[in-house]
């Protein structure tokens, strides 16, 4: 059974900078097709960051330059380190990974950028 638990949500001001973390277990090989997304209160959710299948990264125009995924495989843990951070970065953040095609989601951390 696969599970993923977010964790490093907060209320953070504006220019301010937060660390998320996601924690897998379960039955994981592999990080790979693993990434970030969020959504904010009447929005779709939406990719933030994530690994590509090939070893790559992919970015929302919104947060390049500002985010950064990254991981360890040992500790089987995904992180988003997230700087500069603006009001429209208010969210709830949720990590993904997609096993033999099916989508796996954590219950989401709460990012706050508030002054």
């Known amino acids: 059974q696969v599970q993923l638990v977010e964790s490093g949500g907060g209320l953070v001001q504006p220019g301010g900078s937060l660390r998320l973390s996601c924690a897998a277990s379960?039955?994981?090989?592999?990080?790979?097709?693993m990434g970030w997304y969020r959504q904010a209160p009447g929005k779709q959710r939406e990719l933030v960051a994530a690994f590509t299948t090939v070893g790559g990264t992919n970015y929302a125009d919104s947060v390049k330059g500002r985010f950064t995924i990254s991981r360890d495989n040992a500790k089987k843990t995904v992180y988003l380190q997230m700087d500069s951070l603006r009001p429209e970065d208010t969210a709830v953040y949720y990590c993904?990974?997609?096993?033999?095609?099916?989508?796996?989601w954590g219950r989401g951390t709460q990012v706050t950028v508030s002054s």
């Open positions: 993904k990974i997609v096993l033999s095609g099916i989508g796996y």
């Open positions: 379960g039955n994981i090989f592999s990080l790979n097709a």
